[in-house]
């Protein structure tokens, strides 16, 4: 059973809906990661956060540490939202255990 | 261009052959690590290096792979007797120590015939 957990594997939204994906891990951990990738492989960070919620542009993280859940939102969906999105739980020691990822098609 | 880089991006070998794959991190960056990602997967931690001792070793790690980070820059995974099951997408990022954050290398796609 992989540490951390994605929710749902796979998701396909009209343009301009609101995207939520869902992230579970199992033990305490120093930060919670998320990430972009794109065809081609290419990872880009999003975001990284320990508490509470970030924004930037339309997406939005948050975390709750007590339920060790975490969700990434994003708002007025576009096709050029379309990747997939990774959840990584980092722990003190710098080690990083990925989720499976959500693959999003946002269509136009 | 000053981002984390990895060469080359796709390497085909037959099973059997060695091969070894380059990561440069960003410039003042002392972490590097190794991932390495199937289809469909996240990525799953292989390694680290703190400039140039290498950290950690996932079991992932079989003794047919070794790592070197010699002058604490650029570090080179190296397969041996590469396997069908190795083939994956060999992703490199690096970071600061006490910055969680990591940056990504576009990776290195190997296909074992």
């Known amino acids: 059973k992989n540490e951390v957990e994605q929710s749902p594997q796979n998701l396909t939204a009209q343009e301009g809906e609101f995207i939520t994906i869902n992230c579970s891990y199992s033990?305490?951990?120093?930060?919670l990661h998320w990430l972009q990738q794109h065809p081609g492989g290419g990872i880009v960070s999003l975001f990284m956060?320990?508490?509470g919620k970030k924004k930037h542009g339309r997406l939005i993280a948050t975390i709750n540490i007590q339920e060790k859940h975490s969700s990434l939102h994003i708002t007025a969906s576009h096709p050029r939202d379309s990747a997939v999105y990774i959840c990584a739980a980092q722990y003190n020691n710098n080690d990083m255990r990925f989720g499976a990822g959500t693959r999003l098609t946002v269509k136009p | 261009d000053t981002g984390v880089s990895q060469d080359p991006r796709h390497k085909i070998t037959k099973r059997g052959q060695n091969v070894t794959f380059r990561c440069d991190p960003i410039s003042e960056h002392n972490r590097l690590y190794w991932y390495r990602q199937t289809l469909g997967q996240g990525p799953e931690f292989l390694t680290y290096f703190q400039n140039e001792a290498q950290l950690e070793k996932s079991r992932l790690l079989s003794d047919r792979f070794s790592a070197e980070r010699p002058k604490g820059s650029f570090s080179t995974l190296e397969i041996q007797r590469t396997e069908q099951g190795d083939s994956a997408m060999y992703l490199c990022?690096?970071?600061?120590?006490?910055?969680?954050?990591?940056?990504f290398g576009p990776g290195t796609r190997l296909t074992v015939t």
């Open positions: 033990v305490g951990i120093s930060a």
């Open positions: 956060l320990s508490s």
């Open positions: 990022a690096s970071s600061l120590v006490g910055d969680g954050e990591q940056y």
